[in-house]
T-cell receptor, first 118, second 110 residues
């Protein structure tokens, strides 16, 4: 099946620094990728839709200047958490969209990145 | 959650028993999908059911969908310790975004 990787798998940083997380589709091309964040014992919250070659679309309440998304190629999207603060500590998961033979959209998920901001 | 709720929030059963989780959603959907997440890991797709389907099976999984009640259930039969995980439903309106329910944490005791 389709494989999506994320790097790094975990990162610890100081408050005020920026952190970049990469999401790659390894064996397929994805014009659309998604970024989610997940707080402990909670569900996934869709943050933004990353479109190859165009600007990302952010969900309501998500600061686009805080969470910079770049989708430079059909296999890579990056999320940069700028000027990170402890409240940004979370589990960030990306997914890459593809179409099933049936025509239904399916998302393949990366393994997630645990961000801890001290 | 962005889309709906799942219940129970947590479920603890003995190996061999059946586990049933329910998902309710808020808007019209094109399909509903169930995912599984092991602790601290990404999500694995389990099964998809379309809005014009009422029931679907895949191995030990059985999913039902009631669009009039905006609800779905996931039944895992003859559960195993390895089924211990969190289970999420995700809905799609036919466009590209998915919205996840709040999840059910299943613990299967050996």
């Amino acid at each position: 099946g389709a494989v999506v990787s994320q790097h790094p798998s975990w990162v610890i940083c100081k408050s005020g620094t920026s952190v970049k997380i990469e999401c790659r589709s390894l064996d397929f091309q994805a014009t659309t990728m998604f970024w989610y964040r997940q707080f402990p014992k909670q569900s996934l919250m869709l943050m933004a839709t990353s479109n190859e070659g165009s600007k990302a679309t952010y969900e309501q309440g998500v600061e686009k200047d805080k969470f910079l998304i770049n989708h430079a190629s059909l296999t890579l999207s990056t999320l940069t958490v700028t000027s990170a603060h402890p409240e940004d500590s979370s589990f960030y998961i990306c997914s890459a969209d593809t179409k099933r033979a049936s025509g239904d959209n399916e998302q393949f998920f990366g393994p997630g990145t645990r961000l801890t901001v001290l | 959650s962005q889309q709906g709720e799942e219940d129970p929030q947590a479920l603890s059963i003995q190996e061999g028993e059946n586990a049933t989780m329910n998902c309710s959603y808020k808007t019209s959907i094109n399909n509903l999908q169930w995912y599984r997440q092991n602790s601290g890991r990404g999500l694995v797709h389990l099964i998809l059911i379309r809005s014009n389907e009422r029931e679907k099976h895949s191995g030990r999984l059985r999913v039902t969908l009631d669009t009039s009640k905006k609800s779905s259930s996931l039944l895992i039969t003859a559960s195993r310790a390895a089924d211990t995980a969190s289970y999420f439903c995700a809905t799609s309106d036919g466009r590209i975004k998915f919205y996840f329910g709040s999840g059910t944490k299943l613990n299967v005791k050996p």
